[in-house]
């Protein structure tokens, strides 16, 4: 029935709220409405498995999720937040919620394990399509940050290189600058931390590759005013290279 099928949204802005109420408070109480909301997603991923979503309404709604939320998925969910999200992107909005809070209570293997679902609908920068570049990039840079935080640097490599090809395909040069940054901190990680472990002959290529299309972007955006991001741009591939 309809009521059956409208409980995994009523179950998602309970558990939306849950985290933002989270966010206003601290210590033990701010912990434990973290965990409440991290089990409401878990309960909108079922409720959605087992009944499905509404049809997204024609006339818009006020909208529950912020920008910041909403770019997690595609280009265009800032305005399907207010109408209502399809099922696919109901699933992927509960995914993304339970990483970042298994993130933020401290549990990496659990926001990497969430996160990499999300991922797996984005098998190679080729097969994102144009309304997906925007929330996928956004995707492969969290993931980026996950494998290097847990001192899987390898993995973080290849993931800063996926984002920076879809921030390419975007002509974001600022995301893209920051994405090369990081591959190239990942680089050097790898040849510190790891002796025995050296990059590849293709790894290497597509760092230069992705720095050549990078420099080409940042002369065709002259008006780029911040000259310090450039500066440690310029100087963290200049360290990497010798």
């Known amino acids: 029935t309809d009521n059956f099928v409208s409980l995994s949204r009523n179950r998602r802005s309970v558990a939306y709220n849950t985290y933002q109420l989270a966010n206003s408070v601290t210590g033990d109480l701010h912990t434990q409405l973290l965990k409440k909301s991290s089990d409401g997603f878990k309960q ?30 595609d280009k265009t969910s800032v305005t399907r937040a207010a109408k209502g999200f399809s099922e696919s992107q109901e699933k992927r909005l509960a995914e993304t919620f339970i990483s970042r809070i298994q993130l933020e209570l401290g549990n990496l293997k659990l926001s990497r394990h969430e996160l990499k679902k999300q991922l797996k609908d984005y098998p190679s920068p080729e097969k994102v ?59 050097q990680q790898i040849l510190d931390s790891q002796p025995d472990l050296q990059l590849s002959a293709d790894q290497i290529k597509r760092l230069q ?15 780029i005013n911040s000259l310090t991001t450039l500066m440690q741009y310029h100087n963290r591939l200049g360290i990497f290279y010798f």
């Open 129 to 187: 399509s144009k309304k997906d570049l925007y929330g996928a990039s956004l995707l492969y840079h969290r993931a980026g940050l996950l494998e290097n935080g847990v001192g899987n640097f390898v993995d973080a490599y290849k993931e800063f290189a996926f984002s920076a090809q879809l921030c390419l395909k975007l002509k974001n040069p600022m995301s893209t600058v920051l994405n090369i940054k990081n591959m190239a901190s990942a680089g």
């Open 209 to 223: 590759q992705l720095d050549k299309q990078t420099e080409d972007l940042l002369s065709d955006n002259s008006d």
């Open 44 to 73: 909108v991923l079922s409720l959605i498995e087992q009944y499905g979503v509404p049809a997204p309404a024609e006339k818009e709604k006020q909208a529950l999720l912020d920008i910041s939320v909403s770019t997690s998925l």
